[in-house]
């Protein structure tokens, strides 16, 4: 028998998710550890000893295969296992404590061995792997129950999920996997399919059918669904794919997309604030459920607490709310809102005393005055029955107010508390000033990820989809009589593509507009720049603010001091969006949702008590606090501080997830407990009795590969905090810093910077926005991009010929493997000012340097040329043509296939391809088709070569790609900058000969003037430069990581060991006069990026050339062959000065000159000698009037208007 | 196969051209497209599905033109 359809399974209000299937449950204490041999690579490869500036650098393991290499598990795992146990049982000895007491060296281990597990991109990874594994079934199951309205018997319910992964249906081979790197040369999606499980009645019986294809979702690249995860070298290189390539997006139509982060105040939290306007205080709490998302607030007007909320007219008295709501004595009110404070209870006053002059009393009368508020089309009907205003009140009031406290069988107490809890926070506002909460403050936030992201919008098309198919049953089952039972699978099968094309629709346009969910928002997703791989890197660790870009606010784009270690302090642009848009820091991790049902059955195990058995007198008393779990006020404690540290020690011992945060708020006096997803947190070493927990034991282990950040985190050695946590903490920098109190130890101080910023050696001699400026340009230095970069077919592509790692480089270098796919080279500098053509940042460039290479750049770009297929069969093809127009241009194109082949040079105007596109595309297909000539020809100036010519099968229609490549060479106008935010354009490129040169001959690559130090201050460039020198003369590479690096004394020290000065100066000789220069010059590499700026792309000049249609004036822009604007303000300035006949030359006559006739009599225009108004062509006299006027008096004639043109004598 | 090319802007400004390609080669009849996944070559014909005989990939490269290339190394 059929299972009764239940009408209540979608009305019924679903706060959170079921935990099932959460994989990040509860307990798991032990995990098996992942193949510790990943860590140990980076273990090996991170060179330990090249930090302390020591003599003797052994360069790291040249890692030859790609095979893991093999370490036992078992000797890590009881090792580690010995380790623990002299620290805890037993053998803690003094052995111990006399070891414990040095310091731990090489703590930042800890972080290589963090990124292994999370960090940089691994959040948008788990975040889609949550989606994926836990989500979609939650979703799935919150909808699962599709039901005829028509014949309510039938119905269909899904039962279960699943996700393939990207594969290809074939007829002819077996099923083959799609590699994204297909995708991308074939313009297609890397999506994967959805299937679901169902069962249905069919003919009275209940029938079951596994998986049905309901739609593809893009995959995101290196998550759980994708072929890339857990790849070796060589298989990715065999995929085509990059190694080092971050993931983390999604190929989409050929392109890849990145779903930005986006930053948002925290749901179901009360925020108190003041109101812009007036100054009242506001507390605001958005709650968001699976139904809806609503704000409820309690604010003050005349000194008196109201509640307002969309769903009433007006504002409702807290009073007369809380009454409503079950709680009708006024003494229990003003406990629950003020306990026994008086300063609250008079406060409080005048809000009694309202409600008491509204002569509502008890609950029922409370209920009917807000239901005559409530505003129209709350009031849902029941069976036809239309419902008392008082019932209308107790829905409003239940499922809209603060939808997010569950209220179950009218059972209001719960709503109640937090509604006062509101109340009380603004009460306290409104007499402490200090109360108000800061919105911009970063525990306040949540990120939301991709994955949150694709979830609401697969719960939106998932609900579109079965009302569509809820519609179509019903058709069926209208019919009065049908031939076949109805088969729902059928329905299924033919329900049409809404989820993929909603998928692909959102992720390829970037626009998230769910009616559903009142959500609207554009630019969510940005094509991922492939510009550099710094570029692509940083462009996963951006996190876009909600924010208006236009408004003038202060506030959201200041940098907070909450943001330490978190986000990125130097990596945002500058302009509008500065501020607003915020990187991650190298350590940062945002958090998944973790089930918060068994937290809140913790937090009564261990002491908490029921909230709803209280009253304001109990919950307000001395030394009680209160406990929340996301938002939800759950019970209380007489012992806070207890309560916090036996909660804090069962995470550590990792009785649950190790990113639930506990926090105590003194003010509030609240115990906040979150397992949301979106908080930000980064793991920090615990510290006990004022000593790290982590000794160099356990570091030692590390290194040597034995064991994972896994072991470290399960041990309780290190934990996540998260922002509010961290606020909570009291945390050491350094380890001598570390004080009676000290709860927590840093890994690494230069963790606060980003991966961009890490990028910047000595940052900490910087000024700080020359640190940003180098943000911005490090992404747009031409590079490398990844190993894969010869074989990727992309719009634009700019690679440098001779990439050289930095010889100063910085740990995060290392981590993030920049050395590997550097943007840059190590040019020798002298800091000296030469001929004049290095002003205002000029670089001067040596031309013997630019032969041998330096600053060498290929360009590749694409033309996609797809052949389209028409109505009527026909379509497009490439051929020789039989009689080309212009011979000449068809040089490279083949005969057989009228395509240009790789190799070949291609000049202006020559044809890449010669494409036949057929003349009837509509009518009946004939035999002879005729076509006619569309051929596609290299349009710039300057000479190309054929990279490569692609053909394929795309989407609809076959492609073809044509990629072309040009190498340039630096010229005068290139753009190149340092790594301190220098930037200069090459103002001369000089001969050997003539560049100064020191004793031992040498050269510089490039001169800079010396003014660009002072007024900049970028004094890590000069450390640069002197330990750059330092590590050429010993052979080695010197690192200028942040709040560390080698110090320029042992720099010195190895320059004067050298036969150099100190200082970095060398005495160099003029190359022009051959005498010796005055005075010594600051001389030595530095790394230079060449910026993808180039002259070439910008040269522009016209004598004359085309002209807009329209308005026949010159057309705009260097691709139109533009000409060059004589603007407003040039314009204004001709005016000033009062040269008439260059304004009439510029204007007009170099313009839109037009030669026409007017009536002297009437001021019309006439033509032929001949007057159309006047039918005379007595008057008429020939004017010359720019084309542009002619248009606005005609358009004008055309609006009903008529403009004169009333005629003086002219010279 | 002409090597009159028309003055163009850049060769005005770069009057140092290539030395004129010989025409002595044949043109092929048929191209060979290679194969992006397997390497092999397949010889297609324009209105054929672009496939690989060999491994069913649809993607393929156009092999290096026959003509002689000639660069100036500056």
């Known amino acids: ?1211 | 196969m002409s090597e009159s090319q028309q003055d163009t802007r850049w060769q005005s400004q770069n009057p140092n051209p290539m030395a004129p390609r010989p025409s002595t080669f044949k043109a092929p009849d048929v191209l060979n497209y290679l194969c992006a996944d397997c390497g092999a070559e397949n010889g297609i014909k324009s209105g054929e599905n672009i496939r690989c005989k060999e491994c069913g990939h649809r993607v393929l490269y156009k092999p290096r033109t026959y003509r002689i290339v000639q660069f100036e190394a500056r």
């Not at chain 1, 409530?374 to 849902?380: F, I, M, T």
């Open chain 1, 1 to 1211: 028998m059929a299972p009764p359809p239940s009408a209540a399974g979608p009305s019924k209000p679903i706060a959170r998710r079921p935990a099932s299937g959460s994989t990040k449950a509860t307990a798991a204490p032990v995990k098996k550890p992942p193949a510790s041999g990943t860590a140990a690579r980076t273990a090996v490869k991170t060179n330990p000893s090249a930090e302390r500036s020591s003599s003797t650098t052994t360069r790291p393991l040249p890692i030859t295969s790609d095979v893991k290499p093999v370490i036992s598990n078992d000797t890590g795992e009881e090792e580690w296992a010995a380790l623990m146990r002299q620290s805890y049982g037993a053998g803690k000895g003094a052995q111990y404590y006399a070891k414990g007491i040095k310091t731990v060296e090489d703590k930042w281990q800890l972080l290589p061995a963090f990124l292994q597990v999370k960090g940089l991109v691994k959040q948008h990874l788990d975040s889609f792997n949550y989606f994926v594994n836990v989500d979609i079934k939650a979703i799935l199951a919150a909808n699962s129950i599709v039901t005829s309205d028509v014949n309510p018997h039938f119905f269909i319910r899904y039962t279960d999920i699943r996700i393939g992964r990207p594969m290809r249906k074939d007829q002819h081979h077996q099923d083959s996997i799609v590699t994204p790197m297909e995708c991308r040369l074939r313009d297609i999606s890397y999506a994967a399919e959805i299937r679901v499980d169902i069962e249905y009645t069919y003919e009275d019986k209940l029938k079951k059918q596994k998986g049905i294809l309901i739609g593809k979702l893009p995959v995101m690249l290196r998550s759980d669904l994708c072929h890339l995860k857990g790849k070796s070298e060589r298989e990715l290189a065999r995929m085509g794919e990059c190694p080092k390539d971050p993931g983390g997006y999604f190929v989409v139509k050929g392109t890849e997309k990145v779903i930005l982060v986006q930053e948002q105040l925290s749901k179901n939290r009360i925020i108190v604030m003041r109101d812009p306007k007036d100054g009242a205080v506001i507390a605001e709490c958005t709650s968001s459920t699976h139904d809806r998302v609503v704000k409820t607030y309690v604010i003050t007007k005349n000194k008196r607490l109201y509640l307002r909320h969309n769903s009433f007219k007006e504002l409702i008295p807290i009073v007369v709310a809380m009454k409503a709501m079950g709680v009708t004595a006024d003494k229990e009110i003003i406990q629950l809102i003020c306990g026994s404070d008086e300063r609250y209870q008079e406060a409080f006053g005048p809000s009694l005393e309202e409600a008491s002059r509204l002569k509502v009393y008890t609950a029922k009368q409370c209920a009917e005055w807000i239901g005559l508020r409530v505003s129209p089309g709350q009031e849902k009907e029941d069976r036809g029955q239309k419902l008392a205003p008082s019932e209308v009140a107790m829905q409003a009031l239940a499922a809209m107010v603060l939808g997010h406290v569950l209220v179950r069988n009218m059972f209001f107490r719960p709503k109640c508390i937090y509604l006062a809890t509101m109340a009380r926070r603004v009460l306290m506002a409104s007499i402490d000033e200090k109360m108000v909460d800061d919105r911009d403050y970063v525990g306040n936030k949540r990120l939301e990820l991709a994955g949150q992201l694709l979830s609401l919008l697969f719960e939106d098309s998932f609900k579109t989809y079965n009302s569509d198919l809820r519609r179509r049953m019903d058709k069926i089952l209208e019919k009065p009589n049908r031939a076949t039972p109805l088969d729902a699978s059928n329905i299924l099968a033919q329900n049409g593509d809404s989820i993929t094309s909603a998928f692909v629709r959102s992720i390829s346009t970037g626009n998230w507009s769910l009616k559903r969910f009142h959500v609207e928002r554009a630019g969510v997703t940005h094509v991922l720049s492939r510009l550099s791989f710094i570029a692509a890197l940083g462009m996963m660790t951006r996190i876009s603010s909600q924010f208006e870009k236009t408004r003038k606010v202060s506030g959201p784009r200041a940098l907070q001091p909450s943001q330490w270690g978190v986000l990125c302090p130097s990596d945002t642009p500058e302009g509008e969006a500065c501020g607003l848009v915020k990187n991650l820091a190298l350590m940062t991790h945002i958090t998944t949702d973790v089930p918060e049902g068994p937290l809140v059955d913790y937090a009564f195990t261990y002491g908490a008590q029921d909230i709803n058995t209280f009253t304001g007198v109990g919950m307000y008393g001395r030394g009680v606090y209160l406990i929340q779990i996301n938002g939800s006020l759950i019970g209380l404690t007489n012992h806070p501080k207890k309560f916090v540290q036996t909660w804090r020690k069962l995470r550590r011992a990792a009785r649950f997830s190790e990113f639930v945060s506990i926090y105590m708020n003194h003010h509030h006096k609240i115990i906040y407990i979150a397992s949301d997803g979106g908080r930000i947190c980064r793991p920090m070493i615990i510290v006990e009795n004022g000593r790290p927990r982590v000794t160099s034991e356990h570091i030692r282990l590390l290194k040597e590969g034995k064991v994972t950040f896994d072991h470290f985190l399960r041990s309780g050695l290190v934990e996540y905090l998260d922002v509010n946590e961290e606020n909570d903490s009291l945390i050491a920098c350094y380890e001598h810093e570390i004080e009676e109190g000290t709860t927590h130890l840093e890994i690494e101080p230069f963790t606060i910077l980003g991966a961009v910023a890490g990028l910047i050696p000595y940052p900490h001699h910087n000024q700080s926005p020359r640190n940003t400026y180098q943000c911005a340009m490090g992404k747009q230095a031409i590079g490398a991009i990844g190993y894969n970069q010869l074989n990727r077919i992309d719009t634009l592509l700019y690679l440098m010929t001779y990439p050289q790692q930095p010889m100063v480089k910085t740990k995060t270098i290392e981590l993030i493997e920049y050395d590997k796919l550097p943007a840059g080279q190590n040019a020798t500098v002298a800091v000296m000012s030469f001929s004049g053509y290095d002003i205002e940042d000029a670089l001067i460039l040596n031309k013997a340097s630019v032969d041998r290479g330096f600053g060498r750049c290929h360009v590749l770009k694409k033309q996609t040329i797809p052949m389209r297929h028409f109505q009527n069969g026909t379509s497009e093809r490439t051929a020789y043509p039989s009689d080309p127009l212009r011979p000449e241009a068809y040089a490279s194109v083949d005969k057989a296939d009228g395509v240009t082949s790789p190799g070949s040079t291609v000049y202006q105007g020559d044809v890449l391809v010669h494409r036949e596109t057929p003349i009837d595309t509509r009518g009946p297909m004939t035999q002879a088709a005729v076509f006619k000539a569309t051929p596609i020809t290299h349009k710039t100036p300057e000479p190309v070569q054929i990279d490569k010519v692609m053909l394929t099968e795309g989407e609809d229609s076959p492609l073809l790609k044509i990629l072309t490549r040009q190498t340039r060479q630096p010229e005068l106008g290139d753009k190149f900058s340092s790594r301190h935010g220098q930037k200069g354009v090459c103002g001369l490129i000089v001969p050997q000969t003539d560049m100064p040169f020191n004793d031992q001959g040498i050269c510089p690559d490039i001169i800079m003037n010396p003014h660009g130090f002072p007024s900049r201050m970028t004094v890590g460039k000069m450390i640069e430069l002197l330990a750059g020198k330092a590590g050429v003369l010993a052979g080695q590479l010197q690192y200028g990581t942040a709040f560390g690096g080698s110090k320029v004394e042992d720099m010195s020290r190895i320059l004067i060991e050298n036969g150099f000065s100190y200082a970095g100066k060398d005495m160099l000789t003029s190359g022009i006069t051959g005498e010796p220069l005055e005075a010594y010059v600051y001389f030595g590499p530095i790394y230079y990026q060449k910026l993808k700026h180039m002259v070439m792309d910008k040269m522009h000049a016209r004598p004359t050339g085309p002209r807009a249609n329209l308005t026949r004036q010159p057309t705009e822009g260097r691709s139109k062959d533009g000409g060059l604007r004589l603007g407003e303000m040039e314009r204004d300035c001709l005016i000033g000065y009062g040269a008439t006949q260059l304004l009439l030359e510029r204007l007009m006559i170099s313009s839109d000159a037009f030669e026409t006739q007017v009536c002297e009599t009437c001021g019309l225009l006439g033509y032929n000698q001949w007057c159309p108004k006047c039918k005379t062509g007595k008057g008429i006299v020939k004017i010359t009037l720019p084309y542009a006027a002619k248009l606005l008096i005609q358009e004008l004639m055309g609006m009903n208007i008529l403009p004169k043109l009333c005629m003086e004598d002219a010279v």
